[in-house]
C-alpha cells in the first residue's frame, strides 16, 4: 500500500496569512493521480484538487495544488475563515486508495 | 445535481453483518462508478471499495473479503455489506461517487453525510 504522510499535523494561522500543508508518499504516485479535501467538524470531506493541481467547478482559486511522483503541496494563498479545517490528500493510482492522515489548520 | 444519502443500523452486534445503503438522487446510478469509506479516530479514512454498474468491483484487502459491494438499479441505489464485524469496525461510513465516469482512478467528487455504525453488544 501506499502511505502518504502529511505535514505538519497541526498549522496555527491568522486570517490572510498563507497556509503551506506537504504530503508525502511512500512510493511514486502514478500519472499525479493526488487529490487533497477539506473536512469541517461533522461533515464529509468535499474535494479540493483532483491530478495534484486542477480545481473542480467552484473551489475558489485560493487553493492551489502542486507536485508530482512522491511530493505535493497544497497551498491556501489567503486564508478566509471558513478554510480553518483539516485537509487530507488521498491518492488513486494504485490500489488500495490511501489517504494520509490530515493536517489541521486552526487559528492562531 | 447529484446527491447521496446513507442510511442502516447504527448499532450492529460484534460477529455480526452490517448493511448499509446509498440512495442517488439527481442522476442515474449506471453512469458512475461508486464507493464505500469509513472514518475512524483510530483508523483514520479507509477505502472499503468500488462498484460500476453490475459490471465490476474492487476491493481493500486489508477487510478481508469481508466487504460486499452492490447496485440495485430498479431503485438507484447501492448497498455495502461488511461480514464479522468487530469493535474495529466502529466508524462513520461514506458513500461516494467517483469523478471521471470511465474510470475507477479518480478522485471523490461527491460525498453522502455520513452515517456512524458502532459494533457493540
Known amino acids: 500500500d501506499i502511505v502518504l504522510t502529511q505535514s505538519p499535523g497541526t498549522l496555527s494561522l491568522s486570517p490572510g496569512e498563507r497556509a503551506t500543508l506537504s504530503c508525502r508518499a511512500s512510493q511514486s504516485v502514478s500519472t499525479t493521480s493526488l487529490a487533497w479535501y477539506q473536512q469541517k467538524p461533522g461533515q464529509a470531506p468535499r474535494l479540493l484538487i483532483y491530478g495534484a493541481s486542477n480545481r473542480p467547478t467552484g473551489i475558489p482559486d485560493r487553493f492551489g495544488g502542486s507536485g508530482s511522483g512522491t511530493d505535493f503541496t497544497l497551498t491556501i494563498s489567503r486564508l478566509e475563515p471558513e478554510d480553518f479545517a483539516v485537509y487530507f490528500c488521498?491518492?488513486?493510482?494504485?490500489?488500495?486508495?490511501?489517504f494520509g492522515q490530515g493536517t489541521k489548520v486552526e487559528i492562531k | 445535481q447529484v446527491q447521496l444519502q446513507e442510511s442502516g443500523p447504527g448499532l450492529v452486534k460484534p460477529s455480526e453483518t452490517l448493511s448499509l445503503t446509498c440512495t442517488v438522487s439527481?442522476?442515474?446510478?449506471?453512469?458512475?462508478?461508486w464507493s464505500w469509506i469509513r472514518q475512524s479516530p483510530g483508523q483514520g479514512l479507509e477505502w472499503i471499495g468500488y462498484?460500476?454498474?453490475?459490471?465490476?468491483?474492487k476491493y481493500n484487502p486489508s477487510l478481508k473479503s469481508r466487504a460486499t459491494i452492490a447496485v440495485d438499479t430498479s431503485k438507484n441505489q447501492f448497498s455495502l455489506r461488511l461480514t464479522s464485524v468487530t469493535a474495529a469496525d466502529t466508524a462513520v461510513y461514506y458513500c461516494?461517487?467517483?469523478?471521471?465516469?470511465?474510470?475507477?482512478?479518480?478522485?471523490?467528487?461527491?460525498w453522502g453525510q455520513g452515517t456512524m455504525v458502532t459494533v457493540s453488544s
Open positions: 488521498q491518492q488513486y493510482g494504485n490500489s488500495p486508495r490511501t
Open positions: 461516494a461517487r467517483i469523478r471521471w465516469v470511465q474510470s475507477p482512478n479518480d478522485a471523490f467528487d461527491i
Open positions: 439527481g442522476g442515474s446510478i449506471s453512469n458512475s462508478y
Open positions: 462498484i460500476y454498474y453490475t459490471v465490476s468491483t
